[in-house]
């Protein structure tokens, strides 16, 4: 046992204490310190760490900084200090107090509510998913009553409190199974908190701040996080943890609680190890609220010392510290991303727009912001003004951090969306080379190669997406590439389980090609009913009408949405492609001749689709058709002239 300062460090136990207390320390780090201690006096090259503390893995000096970084804040030593190590530029370091070497080992004091909790493993028999739930319901938070100004700043703890759990869980996961292959990643989902508070103003939290954390350690190619959009169906139900792990297909999962009070928050939580169903830890956290943002920064470094990842250029800049956010602009931001998910895309921007006036130096409101724009154009008819305001957005969110993945992505969509699908391309590809592993990446790309022609190419990435990321099929629409093919079998199938309006329209769509017409009309029926505004649904019900021989209705219908594109300028070029088959099925040509040329000059050119397109056979043979197609024809093979090989 070695004594210094304050502190007494047992290797053997794995202990380190202060005055009696234990001290928080990931694996690496507290190699760190045993290896310091040992050669205290001397100057310690950065090689000779290197190869002592990582001695098998291939390890930049970015995570020795990290690891050194918050071995000096565990000691209690501010910045600029030499009290215990001293930094020998462009060399090493050198522990500089004095110890005393002492036989024995110490004894840990009680050491309760401490962040990360106390190691609990539980066998089968025992994994309750709902166990942390009911400690915190048995064991309230004594305060005062709740304080609505209080929440600007107790939204910002809950965020540190969820990512500290997860740094110190991983990092036991980690150390339990350290047979892992060269190159593997963790997989891991973070299921939305459970508000147990009668409260319902901070339901948005448990799914917002969950997203906040999913974003910040998205970043690491060796840990696979499933995005937020995955795991949202999970904010107001207890979860089955196998269940839940198999249908996202993850080795690890986070559940919890949080219930707030006064000056005061409870977060209990539980990591499980599906693989091995048991829980690795659970435990329940008391403290006071703090400022997030200052914090954020020193518990993402713990995540990346603790899993010892072998970080890239690319990622260490990703994971620089970022510029810090008002708690209440930041109220503002998670309120607007819960609302997005919710499908509330106008009050979403009402949100969004409030935090970037109260802050505008934040990227991620900025993403968001342009995303909840283009999501109000396309499917709520939000006028041509929103696709202007969300390539601002994009924009601005680029010029704050330029390797912002969710940005490039969700510009790249608006591009695409906006016929410059020869731009989208080239930001994904680029995207991809720093983030090989990004499945709404590869989505994003497969969506503009089928814009583009490149049919074949289209499905390989939506399949790549999928099989990085199986969640997609959860969530994501179909493999529409499929359907281009004249494939409709395989594109029926590669539509997700679920009951929204824009999944069924397309099941309608794929049972319409396949002339399964009474199954069709239900099915276009049904998405109506779920969502009568979407663009798509109106398609889809006009096309019921004529399966029904009411084609008055079904091109009233289709008139009305006509309008709607006419008057705002907005739907993407897909979309309006489909009201143009619509109509050419209804016996309207001028019409569907109309929007045909309309789809193909706004961006949309799959010539291998159109050439063979069933729906478009009424009006095929028109010259205006023909003279379309050739139009389409020429900029499909320029496409595939800049993309292919």
């Not at 490149?454 to 969640?471: G, H, I, N, W, Y």
């Not at 897909?574 to 929007?595: F, N, P, R």
């Amino acid at each position: 046992m070695y004594k210094f300062g304050s502190f007494q460090l047992d290797p053997a136990e794995h202990l380190l204490l202060r005055e009696g207390q234990s001290v928080s320390l990931t694996p690496k780090t507290f190699d760190l310190l045993v290896f310091l201690v040992l050669h205290r006096g001397k100057l310690v090259t950065k090689d000779q760490i290197l190869s002592a503390v990582w001695p098998e893995s291939f390890v930049e000096e970015a995570n020795l900084t990290v690891s050194v970084s918050a071995l000096r804040k565990a000691l209690g030593e501010r910045p600029g200090e030499k009290q215990f190590i001293d930094t020998v530029p462009k060399k090493g370091y050198r522990f500089m107090a004095s110890v005393t070497e002492v036989e024995g080992s110490v004894m840990l004091a009680p050491d309760v509510d401490k962040v990360g909790g106390a190691e609990a493993e539980v066998d089968a028999a025992t994994l309750d998913p709902v166990a942390p739930l009911a400690d915190a319901r048995a064991s309230p938070v004594k305060d005062e009553a709740l304080h609505a100004p209080a929440l600007r700043t107790r939204l910002v703890i809950a965020a540190v409190l969820i990512v500290a759990v997860i740094a110190g869980a991983i990092a036991l996961y980690r150390a339990r199974h350290s047979a892992t292959v060269p190159g593997a990643t963790t997989r891991l989902a973070v299921l939305p908190f459970q508000n147990l508070s009668h409260d319902t103003a901070s339901d948005f939290l448990g799914f917002s701040l969950a997203d906040a954390i999913i974003n910040r350690l998205g970043y690491v190619n060796q840990l696979t996080i499933r995005p937020s959009y995955a795991v949202q169906k999970y904010r107001t139900e207890i979860p089955d943890i196998q269940q839940v792990a198999k249908g996202l297909s993850v080795d690890t999962l986070l559940t919890g609680s949080f219930i707030r009070e006064g000056d005061n928050l409870r977060v209990s939580y539980q990591l499980v190890d599906a693989v091995g169903n048991r829980v690795l830890r659970q435990g329940t956290i008391d403290v006071k609220y703090q400022n997030l943002l200052a914090v954020q920064d020193d518990v993402s470094a713990q995540v990346i010392s603790a899993l010892a990842l072998t970080l890239s250029p690319a990622e260490t800049e990703n994971l620089r510290t970022q510029q810090a956010i008002p708690p209440l602009a930041y109220e503002y931001y998670l309120r607007g991303v819960d609302l997005y998910s919710r499908a509330d895309f106008p009050m979403a921007i009402r949100m969004l727009e409030k935090s970037a006036e109260l802050y505008p130096g934040y990227a991620l409101t900025w993403a968001h912001l342009g995303r909840a724009y283009t999501a109000s154009a396309s499917f709520n008819f939000g006028g041509a003004e929103l696709y202007t305001k969300a390539k601002s957005a994009y924009e601005q969110a680029l010029s704050l951090q330029p390797a912002l993945a969710p940005a490039r992505i969700y510009m790249a969509n608006l591009l695409t969306d906006t016929g410059k699908t020869e731009q989208a391309v080239p930001l994904l590809r680029e995207t991809l080379r720093t983030n090989p592993n990004l499945a709404e990446a590869h989505w994003e790309l497969g969506y503009a190669y089928r814009y583009g022609g490149m049919l074949d190419e289209s499905v390989q990435e939506c399949k790549r997406a999928r099989e990085l990321d199986p969640s997609v099929k959860l969530t994501s629409s179909a493999i529409n590439a499929y359907l281009y093919l004249g494939d409709y079998e395989s594109f029926l199938q590669s539509l997700p389980a679920g009951d929204s309006a824009y999944l069924e329209f397309y099941r309608g769509f794929a049972l319409y090609h396949l002339r399964q017409w009474d199954k069709a009309a239900e099915t276009f029926d049904h998405a109506f009913e779920l969502d009568s505004t979407m663009f798509q649904t109106q398609v889809g019900k006009a096309l019921s009408y004529h399966l029904r021989h009411d084609d008055r209705k079904g091109h009233e219908l289709l008139k009305s949405a006509e309008a709607k594109v006419t008057q705002r300028a907005v739907g993407d070029p897909e979309a309006v492609y489909k009201l143009a088959q619509a109509y050419a099925e209804l016996g309207d040509s001028t019409s569907a001749l109309h929007l045909f040329h309309y789809a193909v000059e706004n961006g949309f050119f799959p010539y291998a689709y159109f050439a063979k397109d069933p729906l478009m056979n009424n009006v095929r043979q028109q010259p205006e058709f023909q003279s379309t197609l050739e139009g389409a024809r020429q900029r499909s093979q320029s496409f595939q002239n800049l993309f292919k090989g």
